[in-house]
Structures are given as structure tokens and as C-alpha cells.
């Protein structure tokens, strides 16, 4: 019995997919069939797979002719599929060795149509991993259950699912039964694909173990490409909501979509090039919002009130270059303190109520924008870093940046934490000197990328 067909869309991929297939073939579940498809690669792709497939009898290869895209191809193998669940992965990515064995076995004990997991982040050329920012609150809650409904977190579930397909099994007779498919399109395929089966399924599972390393900044992967294919965006969106209308459940999941579907448009608009940055701005403008109802939605009806400024500018200002949308991440966090005034009235509350005294750890750009905007009110007391250049140094004019230790964090009972990729290091280095300090994810608590209902209990760790 072949327990996961494990589907692998490779092009051009070479550089990757011996450490993937290594990965994949190495698994502690060894009931597994490996299909992979060549999307007409012109490298060494193919005969990399050959060798694997000579090597290994639950290797099959299927070879297009012309290039067709990952949406297509992981068609292509689906439709080829003997195993009870199905996982589509990516060339070049690094899996643990346990991950199938222990998602088939949570899947299978709790009869889901879908077990989710966990992964981290590491940029191509380093194995550095860094973790995705959720809800843990959210995570550890459905980490505790055998299994969920999705109704269960139908404001949060498209967040939740991110639409990645390479951090899901899903069961063959459920995606058969709903005929699901991947979107023919060049970018962001796997998005509907995944968001229609999470909320058409009876049973999720969630395994709250880290078991996917995902490569970002792959410069020959599908996700640089968006430039060309900037389009895609509305395509999948508007196939998202169709879907849901269809099948009588756009009312269910009416706030996640809202919300998911402005995360997800700012995050295309953001990182595309500026040609077609501005091409995305007149899409949205002459029809895309108006077709997916999204400025019609009040600033309560936002997780993040950054999403009802972003959309009001595009439906009232003419002209592109008169919009003033910030895309760095330096002025996105501007806006995000300026947008989230209650957030940081709410933070002020929290400190007075107990009385804390808070300092903040970065004297970037991010810390100098707080402090510049929220220093006073907040009463911040002082400023840490990690950079031994900067300890001395004056920020803002105010405040001496120091080193956190004994002395230095006697009186602080808070740190503000700009920037969530260093909060585990920064957290560790903290308790390690003040076992009873507290650290605020700041970034998180204000970051639209998350578009998660995020309150502040979410962001306090002690």
C-alpha cells in the first residue's frame, strides 16, 4: 500500500533537487511513491532524475515536452496518484526525515482530510533558519485537538493555511470526491488549490512540529518570476471567491477572505518591480476591488486598519505616482505605527495597569521611528543592541544605547522587540541575564503581512 504519493514539480532545478530527493527518499515512512515532473527543464534536470528513478523503484518520472507551468504539472502528477494522501513539494526545499511518517500517522489516527504542519524560512546560500510568524495562541490550541472543523477558525483560515501546498497532506479520495485542481497560472498555482480544499474539508489535523525548511530568495524559483505574471494575483483571488459563493460559503469565511485577500494584494504590490507595481495599482483601481467587493468593507471590518487606508487610497487617488503607498520596509512600519493608533493606546494601557517600565531592543531604523513616534508617550526608559559599534552612541538625541545585562535592565520590567526575526535570539539572550523579564513582539502586534485579529496577550512572552 502506498501511504503518500509525494508529487515534485521540478524546472531547471539542478542546483536543488539531489538535497531534495535525498530528503524525500530518506524518509522513516518508506510506503511512499515519488513522482516527479519535468516541466521541460534544460539543465541537467533530467538525467539527475533518471538516475534517481534507476536508483529507487518508487521514483516515476513524467517528462513534459514543453514547459506547462507548476500548476499543470502538479496536475499531471496528482492525476498519476495511488496513495492515500498527497503531498506537493518543492524542488528546493529540505524536508525532515520524520515529516511523513508523522503526518501520515496524525492524519490517519484522526481520519482528516488534511493534517497541516509547521516550517521555517532559510535564505538560498544559508542554512540559518528563521521561523514564520503566527498566532501561536491560534497554533498551540489546534496543536492540542486531534482535529479541527475549519468553521472552528473560519475568520483566521485562509491566514492560516498561507495557501502553500508543501506543508499539507491531503487525502486522494477527498481531493477526488471535490474535484479539486490547480489553477492554470504562471505564479501563486497552489493557493486556490489549497484554500478550497481547507475550507470544503470535514476533518484538519494540525501537527504543531516544525517539519519543512523552505528555501526564499531562490532567484530561479516560481516566486521570483511574479513579475511577469503579476496578473495572477486576480485570478486567483477572484477564483477563490467564486468558489466559495458556489458552494454556499462566502458568508462563513467572509472576514478571513476580506482580510487574507488584502494581505496577500499589499504583499504582491510590495515586492513587485515598480513598472508593474504600477501596473497592479490601476488594475485594482479600475476593476480588481470593485469586482472582489474590497472597498466596500469599514475600517472594523479589517484586522489591520493599514488594509482600509491602503484600499481608500487606491479607490479615491487618480493617479499612481500621487499615492504615496509605502513599499520599504522602513516606511511600511511608519504606517503601521501611525495606522494602529488604538494598538499602541492599548500598549500604553498595558504598561500603566502594571506599572512596567520598558526599554527597546534595536536602534535601527525601526527603533529610531518608534521612539521618535511612541517614545514619549510610552515613556520608554532605554535602548538596547546587540551591535557593540553602537553601544555609547546617542538615538534620537535622548537615548544611550546600551548592552543588556544585570545593571543595564535592573529597572526594565518590558522590552519592545522591533523586528520578529530576532526575537528568539534577542528573548534567549534576555532570560538568560533576567529570568523574569518580559518581551513584546512589537512587529507582530503591528505588521500587516500577518493579517491575523492579533491581540496583545499574542505578542507578550515571560
Not at 516515476?60 to 507548476?70: F, G, Y
Not at 500517522?105 to 482528516?112: G, I, L, Q, R, V
Not at 487525502?171 to 485542481?181: Q, S, T
Not at 488594509?307 to 487606491?314: A, D, E, M, R
Amino acid at each position: 500500500m502506498v501511504k503518500i504519493s509525494v508529487v515534485i514539480t521540478v524546472y531547471n532545478g539542478e542546483k536543488y533537487i539531489r538535497e531534495c530527493l535525498e530528503s524525500v527518499l530518506g524518509q522513516t515512512l518508506t510506503e511512499i511513491e515519488v513522482i516527479c515532473v519535468n516541466d521541460a527543464s534544460r539543465d541537467r534536470t533530467a538525467d539527475i532524475l533518471e538516475e534517481y528513478r534507476l536508483k529507487d523503484s518508487r521514483v516515476q518520472v513524467i517528462t513534459n515536452s514543453v514547459n506547462i507551468n507548476a500548476g499543470r504539472s502538479r496536475n499531471a502528477g496528482m492525476e498519476k496518484a495511488k496513495g492515500k494522501y498527497i503531498i506537493f513539494l518543492d524542488a528546493d526545499d529540505i524536508f525532515d526525515y520524520h515529516m511523513l511518517e508523522k503526518a501520515y500517522e496524525k492524519a490517519d489516527y484522526c481520519e482528516a482530510d488534511i493534517c497541516i504542519f509547521r516550517e521555517d524560512l532559510f535564505e538560498d546560500g544559508s542554512y540559518v533558519k528563521k521561523k514564520v510568524p503566527y498566532v501561536e495562541s491560534i497554533l498551540d490550541k489546534l496543536g492540542n485537538q486531534e482535529s479541527f472543523s475549519p468553521k472552528e477558525i473560519n475568520e483566521v483560515i485562509f491566514n492560516f493555511g498561507n495557501g502553500w501546498a508543501w506543508d499539507k497532506i491531503i487525502k486522494r479520495e477527498f481531493i477526488i470526491e471535490n474535484g479539486l485542481r490547480f489553477q492554470d497560472i504562471p505564479t501563486n498555482n497552489d493557493a486556490f488549490f489549497i484554500h478550497s480544499a481547507m475550507v470544503t474539508a470535514k476533518k484538519i489535523a494540525f501537527l504543531n512540529e516544525t517539519l519543512v525548511h523552505h528555501r526564499i530568495n531562490n532567484k530561479s524559483s516560481l516566486s521570483s518570476k511574479r513579475d511577469t505574471s503579476w496578473e495572477s494575483y486576480f485570478t486567483y483571488l477572484k477564483g477563490l471567491q467564486t468558489y466559495l459563493i458556489k458552494h454556499s460559503l462566502y458568508e462563513i469565511y467572509e472576514r478571513s477572505f476580506v482580510n487574507w485577500a488584502a494581505n496577500y494584494i499589499y504583499w504582491d504590490y510590495s515586492t513587485l518591480n515598480e513598472s508593474n507595481r504600477q501596473k497592479l495599482y490601476y488594475s485594482l483601481k479600475e476593476h480588481a476591488l470593485k469586482e472582489l467587493g474590497l472597498f466596500k468593507y469599514k475600517i472594523v471590518d479589517f484586522y489591520n486598519p493599514f488594509y482600509f487606508w491602503f484600499f481608500h487610497v487606491i479607490h479615491n487617488v487618480n493617479n499612481y505616482s500621487e499615492a504615496d503607498i509605502p513599499v520599504s520596509g522602513t516606511e511600511r512600519w511608519r504606517y503601521m505605527i501611525l495606522k494602529n493608533n488604538l494598538k499602541i493606546e492599548e500598549v500604553f494601557r498595558y504598561l500603566q495597569e502594571h506599572e512596567y517600565e520598558a526599554g527597546v531592543w534595536g536602534s535601527g531604523e525601526r527603533g529610531k521611528i518608534f521612539l521618535d513616534l511612541c517614545g514619549e508617550r510610552i515613556r520608554i526608559k532605554k535602548v538596547f543592541d546587540n551591535d557593540i559599534e553602537k553601544i555609547g552612541l546617542k538615538i534620537n538625541n535622548k537615548y544611550m544605547i546600551e548592552t543588556f545585562d544585570k545593571v543595564s535592565g535592573k529597572d526594565i520590567d518590558v522590552i519592545f522587540v522591533t523586528n520578529v526575526r530576532f526575537f528568539d535570539d534577542i528573548l534567549e539572550k534576555a532570560k538568560e541575564i533576567k529570568p523574569d523579564i518580559i518581551l513584546f513582539d512589537l512587529d507582530s502586534y503591528l505588521d500587516p503581512y500577518l493579517a491575523f485579529p492579533i491581540e496583545l496577550k499574542d505578542c507578550v512572552s515571560q
